[in-house]
């Protein structure tokens, strides 16, 4: 388990003009090639990955590799 180091500086991903504190993920980048991965409802949980993997990951959510998560229903709400 990887401990979050204090000082990060959170940065929320939600859509343009959203306000309130919302259902968002939060990403802070890390000395150490780590990106740390946070909810806004949770921030006490903290998932933790490498540098490399969340490009993959990223580049994965550009190329449409995830799309099919949305598509037909929201994945979260089941309708």
Do not use: C, S, Y
Not at 6 to 31: D, H, V
Not at 32 to 44: I, K, S
């Amino acid at each position: 388990m990887t401990d979050t180091p204090a000082g990060l500086t959170w940065t929320r991903a939600a859509p343009e003009n959203a306000e309130g504190t919302g259902p968002w993920i939060e990403i802070a980048f890390a000395p150490g090639g780590l990106v740390h991965l946070r909810g806004t409802g949770d921030p006490d949980t903290v998932v933790t990955t490498t540098a490399e993997k969340w490009k993959v990951f990223t580049q994965g959510v550009v190329a449409g590799e995830f799309d099919h998560f949305t598509d037909a229903h929201d994945t979260a709400t089941g309708n």
